[in-house]
C-alpha cells in the first residue's frame, strides 16, 4: 500500500523547515503509519511442549514437578495430556518455575479418559 503526503499539506514548498524534500516527508510518513499499524503477535508455543522444554532446560524430571502438580500420577497424566493443567497447578508453575501463565492457559489437546 502507498501512502503520500497531499499536495494540500505540502503546499508549494519543496522542502519544510526541517529541509526534508517532498520525498523524505514520503518516507517519514509511510514508516509512521507503518509503525502504529497493529502488529500480529508471534503464536504462543503449545503449553505441554513448552512445559516439558523448561523441564529439559532445567534439567529437571517428572518426580520434581510433583511439588508444583500434585501426586506423580497426575505429573504422569499432564505430560502424556491425559489431563488438563488445573488453575493451581498454571498458578504454581507461573509462580515456582517462572513459566508465563499466558502460555500455560491456551487451550491445547488432552485426550481425556
Do not use: W
Not at 48 to 66: A, F, N
Not at 78 to 99: D, E, P
Amino acid at each position: 500500500m502507498e501512502y503520500s503526503i497531499p499536495t494540500e499539506l505540502m503546499g508549494e514548498l519543496e522542502t519544510n523547515e526541517f529541509g526534508m524534500g517532498v520525498e523524505d516527508m514520503d518516507s517519514t510518513v509511510i514508516s509512521v503509519v507503518r509503525a502504529s499499524q497493529p502488529r500480529k503477535k508471534a503464536a504462543l508455543p503449545d503449553p505441554i511442549t513448552h512445559l516439558k522444554k523448561v523441564m529439559l532446560q532445567r534439567g529437571l524430571r517428572s518426580k520434581d514437578l510433583k511439588v508444583y502438580i500434585g501426586s506423580s500420577g497426575n505429573v504422569c497424566a499432564i505430560l502424556k495430556r491425559r489431563q488438563a493443567l488445573s488453575l493451581r497447578m498454571i498458578r504454581n508453575l507461573n509462580k515456582y518455575l517462572n513459566i508465563s501463565a499466558e502460555i500455560l492457559i491456551q487451550p491445547y489437546d488432552c485426550q481425556k479418559r
